[in-house]
């Protein structure tokens, strides 16, 4: 009772401190990727941190696998550094013992990762998708930011101001646009816009303005000035919702549509959820330190072969998707091969099993002749 008391308890402070970290780390990359994505227009500005909450909970399954495996080879780690494992192995404790107080620490947190890998995960992808549809489907106008120039949603317009004269108006002032439309190019500068909406159809109307065009390919320039001139910018651009793809299909969803595509996409929720309770064999397995030696060399080892298993996951997805092997045998090859490996590694450390007492021979008894 000592013992897994002990243990669970400094299981929880390390799982704790390793968790702040990488979700430290986690939301500092997406929060870079995000505000990159918000500069190019691809996502909304004012929606930077929903969908930075919505990307970080998608990643969640990994956070907590990779916290779980280092907290746990680390607490053990130090348990061998600070010979705490001999005084466990000497009352008659054997590593195999160390596998139900952390089952019944991470077992909580092995749910998690089950439920948001096969929930969660497609929930948030719709959601991110969402948003940037929604603001990809934006009309022209809705796109003009003061000061900067903002192309047109077809790639034949571009748009600026200098600044909202008015904002309950929607008037501004000092109005550029340069087209390329129908063989033609033009260049309309105006000292004063507005927007007038007339059924379904937004107008840009122009006042105190110039504009020159000429036909693509010939030297003619047309040059008119305009007290009041109208352009129609066009309507929103309507949502793709036709295509879907894989990873935004629920579970039943994916389950009664088994294309190679939805049936990759299972066995990577499945694997991500196997792999953690891989990770719990794997670390008693692993957690072995010399005690003159440093930390980071165990602690580089448990992160390769965390990456090691996780891009096995992500090309066990490929190669089902490509029909170059099954559901079943992937399931069966990765993640019970890495369970045996994990368990077979357990029982020789155990057992104490070495390759020279497996080797070596039992001598006869040798009798001296008469």
Known sequence: MLFQSSIRRELAR???????????????????????QASRGIINPQDVMLFMAYSALGRLPTILTLSLFISMVGTLSRMYRDSEMVVWFTSGLGLAGFLRPLFRFSWPVLLIIA????????????????????????????????????????????????????????????VFIAANERGKSSVTAARTGRIETKGDTQMLVLENGQRMENEIGKSALKISEFEEYGSNTGEAAPLNT??????????????KTPTPANISELAWRLGLALAAINFVVLAVALASVNPRGGRSGNLAFVVLTFLVYNNMINLGQSWIFGGLIGFGN?????????LLLG????????NNWTLRAALRRPQGVRSNPA
């Open 343 to 350: 368990l077979a590694w357990l029982a020789k450390r155990h």
């Open 330 to 338: 992937l399931m069966v090859l990765l993640h019970g091969g890495a």
């Open 115 to 174: 439920l948001t890998s096969l929930f969660v995960w497609p929930w948030t992808n719709q959601q991110t998708k969402d948003m940037k549809e929604r603001y990809e489907g934006r009309s022209d106008l809705d796109r003009i930011a003061p000061g900067q120039f903002q192309e047109s949603s077809s790639g034949n317009r571009v748009f600026f101001i200098d600044r909202d004269a008015s904002t309950a108006t929607k008037s501004s002032s000092n």
């Open 14 to 36: 390390s799982f704790g401190a390793t968790l702040v970290v990488l979700i430290t780390i986690v939301l500092t990359i997406v929060l870079i990727r995000t505000l990159g």
């Open 242 to 255: 036709d295509v879907t793809e894989a990873k935004l299909l629920s579970m039943p969803v994916l389950l």
